[in-house]
């Protein structure tokens, strides 16, 4: 599985983006998908992930209410959508596929397929 992420870009507080994950491969629907975000400086943190069929999703709490992850398995894409954005959520997002695990997996070693990332820059 080949992972493309794309969609980020500079926006004000307050703001809005929806990022997507663009995969190649037939078997796309059997993978869960995980977004991750790395801040300069800091270590890649877990965003939150969709189950292969999109029936489940996990957030974590820095953006639980904000963040909605969706999928539409028909076209090999899993979407972030980022609303109220704050500053604070200034990172490269990833997307990684995982095809092994089941539930709550917040673990980067545990998703086999990562994409490159794509930049979001939120101005206050």
């Known amino acids: 599985v080949q992972l493309q992420a794309s969609g980020g870009g500079l926006v004000q507080a307050g703001g809005s983006l929806r990022l997507s994950c663009a995969a190649s491969?037939?078997?796309?629907?059997?993978?869960?998908v995980g977004w991750f975000r790395q801040a300069p400086g800091q270590e890649r943190e877990f965003v939150g992930r969709?189950?292969?069929?999109?029936?489940?999703?996990y957030y974590a709490n820095s953006v639980l209410g904000r963040f909605t992850i969706s999928r539409d398995n028909a076209k090999n894409t899993v979407y972030l959508q980022m609303n109220s954005l704050e500053p604070e959520d200034t990172a490269v997002y990833y997307c990684?596929?995982?095809?092994?695990?089941?539930?709550?997996?917040?673990?980067?070693?545990?998703?086999?397929?990562w994409g490159q990332g794509t930049q979001v820059t939120v101005s206050s």
């Open positions: 990684a596929a995982d095809g092994k695990t089941y539930g709550y997996i917040s673990r980067e070693d545990l998703y086999q397929y």
């Open positions: 969709i189950s292969d069929n999109g029936g489940s999703t």
């Open positions: 491969g037939r078997t796309f629907s059997r993978y869960a």
